[in-house]
């Protein structure tokens, strides 16, 4: 019986399906493990060989876990709303819907080729309505709560209107976008639409005022990973920034709980470090600058307060609204000028560029502490994301703030002893403030963190301020002017954004004639007929934006078919939250904090039962592309072998890695590949043609795509699963190198020579031996802590040396063979499948197998080899009893054959016995 991948995975994968082998349900007699990977996308081209590698690695620990005695839950759907598909829409005409569903049965086909242990009945795809229903519902619940900040907490905005109803605004604790003042009459007396306006500036989910990054070719707004260099990553249309009225989702209010919350789970320190740094947690000041011959004040955010006497500026954001209050009339060309020429740049952008640029509005400021006046600039280093988006710049101690002015001729005045103003930076941490003393307000000789503490006292005392902690994270906008998106369940009655009945849910997209704006610039949904509700009011034109689907979907998971809600509470405080989650780090902003903010406001609301999400997350490398050049000689259609372009005027060129084995040219395929090599002439090495070869980012343009069909096809799923793995670690990057895959296949039709020599079966009922145990034994305890660590390239390496050493061997027993294939059956599930049932005889899957354990009764070593040393330097080894005394190894060392030549003639003088390991003898 040979060796047959194609037959054993077929048949296997379908015993699988049929028999439904990994369908989860609630099991209280069992402990859980949620096991989840971020869901694809699924794009036209399908899989290539580096998308597998994080689902192979939650696999292995999946079904791991379940031999473990977990019930195990490894579920797996399609983050299928997106541009892409719109795009593909708009350009062929074609529904996206059409096209989605295709591309994802291309995925669902290749993910079943590699044989994943998923529980394919809990299967989500976010365009589905019965999915996005929920979507929508979590969104309307949003629309529903404000964020009470004495509560830390999500409320029914239904508690904030009966307290205005009663006392206005006074003593509302709660998040918004702006503090407003109103009495419960002035409350009472307001219309519908102002109090609608009202509400919005509480809710979590809210219509406001924000800068977007605006594509007019692709009339919609992008998120950041969608913009490069001021270009739409798709298309390479120019992008703007625009303020727009949009939908928000008020994240900001939930960033403490969002930064407290990374202490409490297992993630690696650098992705919680990206994060609290996306979070970026201040402790400052809020301070007044009054306008100077106006009405206007600015407010603005610091974290040193102490160097207001060294304010010689201020800037504002281009974004903020205090530009328009303070530009003159005299400067309003020149602003707008400038305002024109900078809203190409995105944020991350601005955050990046080093060159200097900013216009003079007009206006000055009044130093509240010192009372001079200080112009105010525009300049698009400052963002208006942050604290308020207006500064006070001191140029002596932040080298923005010098650059900028250096580059306007602005004063610079030194408030730390010893600093040197012709830096473009200082480290004022152990300084002492000199030269900063006003009559009422004298710091001078304080250390720096004495002289923060009694500014900030000082500023609230006197009613210019406030202490204040600020935090980086904004609102996530949440908008889109797209046609592929869910649809807001929110209607316009009188201008006043109202929501539908949830009876209404799922709101479904309608038809349109195309997927573009409209002529007149609305939305593609503003193209469809009779958008409105049955009483004749519009329905909201946008769609919401592709994380919306994937902040909850792990939830939907737990209980995918319940039409009642999201998740019951049967199932989610069984399954609870996902134990291990592995994705890329591209997530680290957004979707991992927008779904922890989801998940943070659920709870709340009392919809799941924990704060956190995910438990664990591990991020997985990279897996890059191997490409192989081959190299025509100038002015020719002739190829010189890798050895030999030395010798020619060559240019290499990137060809098909699908053709080249072993960087061994194919070329009756190469020929074949293109019409203008067909006729190509080689000049080869040793009768073949050598390719060169370099690692570089897998690509379609550098025809370095590998499908990982064609090596399922050739070598099997195990050979690639278990190649994947052992490629380096799992957290790594690592190139694709098919060089190496035969000796991955080898090994396994070395494993079958342990059970079959051609059509006969070996595995007899024999007593092992102790060295059989022994390599058995050490194999369990090596993978077991290999596989808890993730270290599954080292896990695939003990493999092979058990594998040779039964074979040294000659081991066949059905002990160890039964062991082996059990700890085997995570990397490579089908040959382990195929051996448990054919060669042991076993009528049951091996998923539902026992993970064997360790003794370390056979991992006792019975002799020990010492080197033995003349003078430090080995000459020979010795193997003695474990046991053996320090006295005897010496004697038993002496008395060696080998010992004679080095002893001859000289004197001992001295022998140091290292136990288990040297003996070194000193002789001279």
């Not at 990973?225 to 009225?245: A, C, F, I, N, T």
Request: aromatic letters at 12%.
């Amino acid at each position: 019986m040979e060796y047959n991948h194609k037959e054993i995975e077929a048949r296997w994968q379908q015993y699988w399906r049929d028999n439904k082998i990994y369908k989860a349900e609630i099991d209280s007699a069992r402990p859980k493990f949620y096991v989840l990977d971020m869901f694809p996308y699924p794009s036209g081209a399908g899989l290539h060989v580096g998308h597998p590698l994080g689902y192979i690695a939650s696999d292995i620990f999946s079904r791991y876990k379940r031999l473990c005695g977990f019930n195990v839950l490894h579920p797996m759907g399609y983050d299928a709303y997106g541009l892409p598909a719109e795009q593909y829409a708009i350009q062929t005409g074609q529904h996206p819907e059409k096209t989605t569903m295709q591309n994802i049965a291309r995925y669902r086909e290749q993910l079943d080729k590699i044989g994943f242990c998923y529980d394919w009945d809990r299967e989500v795809k976010t365009c589905d309505p019965k999915f996005y229903k929920w979507t929508q519902w979590a969104f309307m619940k949003m629309v529903e709560s404000y964020y009470d900040t004495s509560l830390e907490k999500a409320m029914p905005i239904a508690e904030l209107v009966k307290h205005f109803e009663s006392c206005g605004s006074e003593g509302i604790s709660a998040a918004c976008s702006e503090e407003l003042s109103f009495s419960a009459d002035e409350w009472m007396a307001m219309s519908a639409k102002q109090k609608s306006d009202t509400l919005m500036n509480y809710r979590i989910a809210y219509l406001g005022n924000t800068m977007v990054n605006w594509c007019p070719e692709l009339g919609t707004v992008l998120a950041n990973d969608e913009v490069s260099e001021g270009l739409s990553v798709r298309g390479g249309y120019p992008v703007e920034q625009k303020l727009m009225y949009q939908w928000c989702l008020r994240v900001s209010a939930y960033a403490k709980r969002l930064l407290d919350g990374l202490d409490t789970i297992d993630w690696t320190d650098s992705l919680k470090e990206t994060q609290r740094n996306w979070i970026g947690r201040s402790e400052g000041a809020e301070m007044h600058f009054p306008i100077s011959g106006s009405d206007v004040v600015l407010d603005i955010f610091t974290t040193r307060a102490d160097t207001v006497f060294g304010v010689t500026f201020m800037v504002l954001a281009p974004e903020s609204e205090y530009v328009a209050q303070v530009t003159t009339p005299d400067q309003a060309e020149a602003v707008k000028a400038y305002l024109d020429s900078i809203k190409h740049k995105t944020e991350r952008e601005r955050m990046i560029d080093k060159k200097v640029s900013g216009v003079f509005t007009g206006s000055y400021a009044v130093n509240p502490l010192t009372g001079k006046n200080i112009p105010v600039y525009v300049s698009d280093y400052v963002l208006a994301g942050y604290g308020t988006g207006a500064i006070m710049a001191v140029p002596a101690h932040d080298s923005r703030d010098y650059a900028f002015a250096r580059h306007f001729d602005l004063p610079i005045i030194p408030l730390i002893e010893g600093c040197d103003v012709s830096e473009q930076s200082f480290d004022a941490k152990s300084g002492r403030m000199i030269n900063s003393a006003s009559d009422e307000l004298n710091l001078n000789g304080m250390e720096v963190k004495d002289a923060i503490a009694a500014t900030k006292k000082f500023i609230e005392g006197k009613g210019i301020g406030r202490v204040k902690v600020n935090y980086r994270l904004r609102d996530a906008i949440f908008s889109r002017q797209r046609y592929w998106g869910e649809p807001f369940p929110v209607y316009y009655k009188d201008g006043i954004p109202t929501l539908m009945d949830e009876s209404k849910l799922p709101l479904l997209l309608p038809e349109v004639d195309k997927y573009l704006p409209t002529e007149t610039g609305e939305p593609p949904l503003g193209r469809a007929k009779n958008w409105v509700t049955e009483d004749g009011h519009p329905i909201e034109l946008n769609t919401m934006p592709g994380f919306a689907g994937s902040s909850a979907y792990y939830l939907r998971y737990m209980d995918p078919h319940n039409d009642e809600a999201l998740v019951s509470k049967e199932a989610d405080e069984y399954w609870r939250n996902v134990d291990l989650y592995i994705g890329g780090t591209e997530h680290a902003t957004g979707h991992l904090i927008y779904s922890r903010f989801w998940n943070k406001f659920l709870y709340d609301l009392g919809y799941v039962c924990e704060s956190e999400p995910f438990r664990k997350l591990i991020n997985q490398g990279m897996i890059q592309g191997r490409s192989n050049f081959v190299y025509r000689i100038q002015g020719t259609n002739t190829f010189v072998s890798h050895g030999l372009k030395g010798q020619y005027d060559v240019t290499p060129i990137h060809v098909d890695v699908n053709i080249v084995s072993n960087d061994i040219l194919d070329i009756d395929a190469f020929r074949a590949w293109r019409p203008e090599y067909s006729d190509a002439e080689f000049v080869l090495e040793d009768g073949k043609y050598v390719c060169g070869w370099a690692v570089e980012k897998m690509s379609k343009s550098m025809f370095n795509v590998v499908n990982p069909d064609d090596i399922v096809a050739r070598y099997g799923a195990d050979t690639l699963r278990l190649y994947e793995m052992f490629l380096g670690p799992l957290e790594q990057s690592k190139p694709w190198d098919t060089n190496g895959i035969d000796g991955v296949n080898r090994f396994l039709k070395k494993l079958w020579g342990l059970f079959y020599k051609g059509g006969s079966l070996l595995v007899d009922d024999s007593q092992p031996s102790a060295e059989a145990l022994k390599s058995l034994h050490k194999l369990i305890k090596k993978v077991t802590g290999d596989i808890e660590t993730f270290s599954y390239n080292t896990s695939i390496a003990a493999f092979m040396i058990c594998v040779n050493e039964l074979t040294s061997l000659k081991c066949h027993s059905r002990a160890v063979l039964s062991d082996l294939l059990v700890i085997l059956a995570p990397f490579a599930p089908h040959i382990t499948e195929e051996l448990w049932h054919s060669a042991l005889g076993n009528d049951t899957t091996i998923c539902d197998a026992k993970w064997p354990e360790w003794d370390e009764k056979h991992l006792v070593e019975s002799t020990v080899n010492y080197a033995v040393s003349f003078n430090g330097k080995a000459r020979f080894n010795i193997q003695v009893a474990a046991d053996t005394p320090k006295d005897e190894v010496e004697r038993l060392a002496l008395s060696n054959e080998g010992a004679a030549k080095w002893i001859d003639g000289k004197t001992i003088r001295k022998v140091i016995v290292v136990p288990n390991k040297i003996v070194n003898i000193v002789v001279s």
